[in-house]
């Protein structure tokens, strides 16, 4: 009687069936494939929660300091183009003013997605404390049928 793959003459089959150790290669392709965790670039950022007793309006600062990154990748402080070492410098002054300044990051539609990492990990390091997030209103509809 012949087996697959084998001759009829009665010797042994000399070649190994690869189908086993095929399926066996697949399996731990694909348990490797699945174990692998999802490279996630993301800046962890410590935002405040909101305040129930916010204070009366006389009291609140009037001091703010925008952060506003352009797509010709330039980073502007009020309006002002200036270099990230000049952003460290800027940041270090205004934590030292009592009471702290916010700070208002609001970059643009098609900024560099890089640049703004970097910057976020500035203001991260830099140990500011009042920090907030500004014009992303403009985006909330993003991807919706009615967006302009």
């Known amino acids: 009687m012949a087996m697959s793959g084998g001759k009829d003459d ?19 392709l694909i348990m490797f494939i699945i174990t692998i965790p999802v490279a996630t670039h993301a800046v962890n950022i ?19 300091n925008k ?3 352009t797509q010709t990748d330039e980073i502007l402080w009020n309006g002002d183009t200036l270099s ?3 952003l460290i ?12 300044p916010e700070l208002q990051f609001e970059p643009e539609a098609l900024a560099s997605y890089e640049l703004s990492a970097r910057v ?3 203001i991260k ?10 014009g992303n209103e403009r985006y909330r509809t993003f991807g919706s049928v009615g967006a302009q």
């Not at 410590?46 to 703010?64: A, G, R, Y």
């Open 10 to 28: 009665g010797a042994p089959m000399i070649e190994m069936n690869m189908t086993p150790l095929i399926d066996v290669l697949l399996v731990l």
């Open 46 to 64: 410590d935002l405040p929660q909101p305040n129930p007793n916010p204070p009366p309006e006389d009291q609140i600062d009037p001091i703010k």
């Open 67 to 69: 952060i506003v990154l």
């Open 84 to 86: 990230e070492a000049e």
């Open 89 to 100: 410098r800027n940041l270090n002054l205004t934590r030292e003013i009592v009471p702290e």
């Open 120 to 122: 976020l990990n500035v």
């Open 125 to 134: 390091a830099s140990g500011v404390t009042k920090f907030g997030f500004v």
